[in-house]
């Protein structure tokens, strides 16, 4: 325990170093944190792993499936199997899309599946995160000091190397690029919660790092304009920006993140956006609920990862069963995220039920309910440096160029209060690495 204790405190002194901090608005003021390292790894064997990589690009075909035909024919919509009311309410829904294929018709490039683990050993899917999903650069820099403070430690164990996340993102750019141009990384700036990882993933690609009022458009093509002034032809554009400030003349008329007349580009097949624009609307926890018909719709398969017991009060049916069990289940706004927008039943005082319930009925639209599912604890050092349990999740990375690939780690993220299911890192919370083991 003296050595891992050793290793943590050295390594989340290295990323101090580093910088690699994860910043929180909260009342309008910007605080940058560390995001606490644990230096008891998450283990999962070879087995278990080759089930979640079979599970995981069955679901991010199905979603990329969605995407397309929500945009184009709208099948899934016609037959029934989502409601059409309930897909154009989403929020995530952008009616400018319609009509438009993304290059190589991809529109999840980089997905993040945030999964648990129940009592039982079962996986089960608690978000698809399909818009700007991030924390790869976590493990990514934590496995990088690991080595560094304690090099004995992968030559014992046998892990999956995670070093190649970044030659994965490159290789798929450069499959959407199809030579249009140079790959960049569009961030927000100095101020977003997750510059670090967008500064990292940068350097590991070998992307330039642009900012707002670095790309220019020109009869319908995208330029990054560099210090030298000089223009290069943009092909592809990992952005870092939700989709509603990426563009004023289309969008959001106000922003002054985003570069004017992007859409034009992008309608015109001259430069890829990864994410896709739209790609909101499969990221809306009440479409999440029918993600396991969309496999079935489109693959013809069983899913092989299951979602958590979920319930719509969209539905009668499952509108009376939250109203009557609304103590024991997690009550959650479709459009938050981050943790936020998430409320615990029993914690709740009756009158605070009673409001939730109100705000249920007015818009049943808003909210989807699940069950609380007991998952597993793993163990962290605590702050008196002793072996602790708490909740843990796993963020599941998976990118889709030419083929859908999932990285062989991962991002854990734990809860450092004992009481709490919740892990964001927006709520405090921590990580850990995650080890793939091959064997």
């Given at each position: 325990?003296?050595?891992?204790?050793?290793?943590?405190?050295?390594?989340?002194?290295?990323?101090?170093?580093?910088?690699?901090?994860?910043?929180?608005?909260?009342?309008?003021?910007?605080?940058?944190?560390?995001?606490?390292?644990?230096?008891?790894?998450?283990?999962?064997?070879?087995?278990?792993?080759?089930?979640?990589?079979?599970?995981?690009?069955?679901?991010?075909?199905?979603?990329?499936?969605?995407?397309?035909?929500?945009?184009?024919?709208?099948?899934?919509?016609?037959?029934?199997?989502?409601?059409?009311?309930?897909?154009?309410?989403?929020?995530?829904?952008?009616?400018?899309?319609?009509?438009?294929?993304?290059?190589?018709?991809?529109?999840?490039?980089?997905?993040?599946?945030?999964?648990?683990?129940?009592?039982?050993?079962?996986?089960?899917?608690?978000?698809?995160?399909?818009?700007?999903?991030?924390?790869?650069?976590?493990?990514?820099?934590?496995?990088?000091?690991?080595?560094?403070?304690?090099?004995?430690?992968?030559?014992?164990?046998?892990?999956?190397?995670?070093?190649?996340?970044?030659?994965?993102?490159?290789?798929?750019?450069?499959?959407?690029?199809?030579?249009?141009?140079?790959?960049?990384?569009?961030?927000?700036?100095?101020?977003?919660?997750?510059?670090?990882?967008?500064?990292?993933?940068?350097?590991?690609?070998?992307?330039?790092?642009?900012?707002?009022?670095?790309?220019?458009?020109?009869?319908?093509?995208?330029?990054?304009?560099?210090?030298?002034?000089?223009?290069?032809?943009?092909?592809?554009?990992?952005?870092?920006?939700?989709?509603?400030?990426?563009?004023?003349?289309?969008?959001?008329?106000?922003?002054?993140?985003?570069?004017?007349?992007?859409?034009?580009?992008?309608?015109?097949?001259?430069?890829?956006?990864?994410?896709?624009?739209?790609?909101?609307?499969a990221d809306d926890k009440g479409i999440y609920y029918f993600v396991p018909k969309m496999i079935?719709?489109?693959?013809?398969?069983?899913?092989?990862?299951?979602?958590?017991?979920?319930?719509?009060?969209?539905?009668?049916?499952?509108?009376?069963?939250?109203?009557?069990?609304?103590?024991?289940?997690?009550?959650?706004?479709?459009?938050?995220?981050?943790?936020?927008?998430?409320?615990?039943?029993?914690?709740?005082?009756?009158?605070?039920?009673?409001?939730?319930?109100?705000?249920?009925?007015?818009?049943?639209?808003?909210?989807?309910?699940?069950?609380?599912?007991?998952?597993?604890?793993?163990?962290?050092?605590?702050?008196?440096?002793?072996?602790?349990?708490?909740?843990?999740?796993?963020?599941?990375?998976?990118?889709?160029?030419?083929?859908?690939?999932?990285?062989?780690?991962?991002?854990?993220?734990?809860?450092?209060?004992?009481?709490?299911?919740?892990?964001?890192?927006?709520?405090?919370?921590?990580?850990?690495?995650?080890?793939?083991?091959?064997?």
């Amino acid at each position: 325990m003296k050595e891992l204790l050793a290793a943590r405190d050295t390594v989340n002194v290295w990323m101090e170093r580093y910088g690699v901090r994860f910043g929180v608005y909260k009342n309008g003021v910007f605080n940058e944190q560390l995001f606490p390292f644990d230096s008891i790894p998450r283990k999962i064997p070879a087995d278990e792993w080759a089930m979640l990589e079979k599970g995981l690009i069955q679901r991010v075909t199905a979603l990329n499936m969605f995407l397309y035909d929500i945009y184009h024919e709208k099948h899934i919509v016609n037959d029934g199997i989502v409601p059409k009311e309930f897909t154009y309410e989403s929020k995530g829904y952008m009616p400018d899309c319609d009509g438009i294929t993304p290059l190589k018709n991809v529109y999840a490039h980089i997905a993040g599946i945030d999964l648990v683990q129940d009592k039982d050993g079962r996986w089960l899917v608690l978000e698809d995160n399909l818009r700007i999903p991030s924390g790869a650069s976590y493990p990514m820099i934590a496995r990088k000091v690991t080595r560094k403070a304690s090099p004995q430690t992968f030559r014992d164990n046998l892990v999956a190397d995670n070093r190649n996340y970044g030659d994965m993102l490159r290789e798929m750019m450069d499959y959407i690029n199809d030579g249009k141009g140079i790959n960049v990384i569009f961030t927000p700036g100095r101020y977003n919660s997750a510059f670090f990882e967008h500064s990292y993933l940068a350097e590991k690609t070998g992307a330039v790092l642009a900012f707002p009022g670095d790309l220019v458009v020109e009869d319908s093509m995208v330029y990054y304009i560099g210090i030298n002034k000089r223009k290069h032809r943009v092909g592809a554009i990992y952005r870092r920006v939700s989709d509603e400030y990426m563009d004023p003349l289309a969008f959001e008329p106000s922003s002054l993140l985003g570069v004017p007349n992007l859409m034009e580009a992008y309608r015109a097949g001259n430069v890829g956006v990864i994410n896709a624009f739209g790609n909101g609307v499969a990221d809306d926890k009440g479409i999440y609920y029918f993600v396991p018909k969309m496999i079935s719709y489109y693959l013809h398969e069983e899913p092989i990862l299951a979602n958590a017991p979920t319930y719509l009060p969209f539905f009668k049916e499952d509108f009376d069963y939250i109203i009557t069990n609304i103590k024991k289940l997690v009550i959650k706004d479709v459009a938050e995220a981050g943790g936020y927008g998430v409320m615990f039943g029993r914690d709740m005082s009756p009158e605070r039920l009673e409001e939730v319930k109100k705000l249920i009925v007015q818009d049943p639209r808003r909210w989807i309910a699940q069950e609380v599912v007991d998952f597993i604890d793993l163990d962290i050092i605590d702050e008196n440096g002793c072996p602790s349990p708490r909740k843990c999740d796993l963020r599941a990375f998976v990118v889709t160029g030419k083929e859908t690939k999932v990285w062989k780690s991962g991002l854990t993220r734990f809860s450092r209060d004992p009481h709490s299911f919740v892990v964001n890192s927006s709520q405090g919370g921590g990580f850990k690495d995650t080890w793939v083991m091959e064997k």
